[in-house]
């Protein structure tokens, strides 16, 4: 009877085991997109472990302007500026005018002609001109009302200078007048959103189309990227089952193709194309404006930690990619 039990357990482990590979067959099949364009290959790093000038600590921002990189420098508290070859070209400290001065710059991007700062650390965000020079400071106070932050993770602004804010503890997505006045919100505070639009599990980053002022937010937790109109009303979502939330513990499925593991970055590039930093994955990937997925590229880490942290584009289609574990800017071409 005993021999008879451990075949049967055996059959029906066997059976589940199948069962879970015709499964994962099935979801690879019907949900997991071919590439339609080659990965990207690297070709050129700079940068170091370390707090002096062209060291860094924690890179997770970066964004381009013409032959300047801003990157987000977090735990050496400062933005460091290079030129395409990774030399230094000056840096901009984080968090003056009353604010903390160990400032966690977080995602950076440029809209406008102006670099969009969140500071993870002091609950703010900051508005510099390209030289460095600080327009405006919003928040600042750590609080969950209108125009209060909770760790913002990201922020850009719509070419007529609506703000938009990623508040990441806070659970939402903040509008605001380009002086910071509160216009509207997108989710629901502290509470988190798992399977419908509009709502968020710790949203990470926003992006912003130039040309027709859509925007689109890295959903982090739900391994998702949403998109919204310039009113913020939903558009889209994908990533994952028709950009489903999966729960981490079945999610074990989030490296197929156009699938994430905590997206913590985005950007524009050039022709509209939507690239995105999936962290966990340690890979960049790239889709259309619709989400339709293109490719993905990137490395295993040779350090602890994750190749991938923040993702920028410059207006000839090379990619920007902040590498945490080897505190290194990669650039990337097709």
Same mark, same amino acid.
């Given at each position: 009877m005993r021999r008879f039990l451990l075949k049967l357990m055996a059959w029906i482990g066997g059976a589940l085991g199948a069962l879970a590979l015709l499964i994962a067959a099935s979801i690879w099949l019907f949900f997991a997109p071919s590439a339609q364009q080659p990965p990207?290959?690297?070709?050129?790093?700079?940068?170091?472990?370390?707090?002096?000038?062209?060291?860094?600590?924690?890179?997770?921002?970066?964004?381009?302007? #013409?032959?300047?990189?801003? /990157?987000?420098?977090?735990?050496?508290? *400062? @933005?460091?500026?290079?030129?395409?070859?990774?030399? /230094?070209?000056?840096? @901009? #400290?984080? %968090?003056?005018?009353?604010?903390?001065?160990?400032? *966690?710059?977080?995602?950076?991007?440029?809209? #406008?002609?102006?670099?969009? $700062?969140?500071?993870?650390?002091?609950?703010? $965000?900051? /508005?510099f001109t390209l030289d460095g020079h600080l327009l405006r400071t919003l928040g600042g106070k750590q609080g969950s009302g209108p125009g209060q932050? *909770?760790?913002?993770?990201?922020?850009?602004?719509?070419?007529? %200078?609506?703000?938009?804010?990623?508040?990441?503890?806070?659970? *939402? $997505?903040?509008?605001?007048?380009? @002086?910071?006045?509160?216009?509207?919100? @997108? #989710?629901?505070?502290?509470d988190k959103g798992y399977v419908s639009g509009g709502n968020f599990n710790y949203p990470m980053d926003v992006t912003v189309s130039a040309s027709d002022g859509h925007f689109y937010v890295a959903d982090g937790y739900n391994d998702r990227i949403q998109e919204f109109d310039t009113q913020g009303r939903f558009l889209g979502m994908w990533g994952g089952p028709f950009g489903l939330h999966l729960p981490a513990s079945i999610n074990f499925l989030g490296g197929l193709p156009g699938w994430f593991r905590t997206p913590t970055s985005l950007a524009i590039g050039p022709h509209g194309n939507v690239y995105v930093a999936d962290q966990e994955n340690?890979? /960049?990937?790239?889709?259309?404006?619709?989400?339709?997925?293109?490719?993905?590229?990137?490395?295993?880490?040779?350090?602890?930690g994750y190749s991938v942290g923040a993702v920028a584009v410059a207006g000839d289609g090379s990619v920007y990619v902040t590498n945490l574990a080897s505190s290194r800017v990669e650039i990337w071409r097709p």
């Open positions: 990207y290959r690297l070709v050129a790093s700079w940068g170091s472990p370390g707090s002096a000038p062209g060291q860094l600590d924690g890179p997770n921002g970066i964004a381009v302007a #013409g032959a300047r990189i801003y /990157v987000a420098d977090s735990l050496n508290h *400062r @933005i460091e500026i290079f030129d395409p070859q990774g030399r /230094v070209q000056g840096s @901009i #400290g984080v %968090g003056p005018q009353g604010l903390l001065p160990q400032a *966690r710059p977080m995602n950076l991007n440029i809209a #406008g002609g102006k670099l969009y $700062v969140a500071d993870y650390w002091n609950d703010a $965000v900051q /508005v932050f *909770r760790a913002p993770g990201g922020t850009s602004a719509q070419p007529d %200078g609506t703000i938009i804010v990623t508040d990441f503890y806070n659970q *939402r $997505v903040q509008m605001l007048s380009p @002086i910071g006045r509160f216009i509207r919100q @997108i #989710g629901t505070t502290g340690d890979r /960049v990937q790239k889709f259309t404006a619709g989400g339709r997925f293109l490719t993905s590229f990137g490395h295993t880490p040779q350090s602890p």
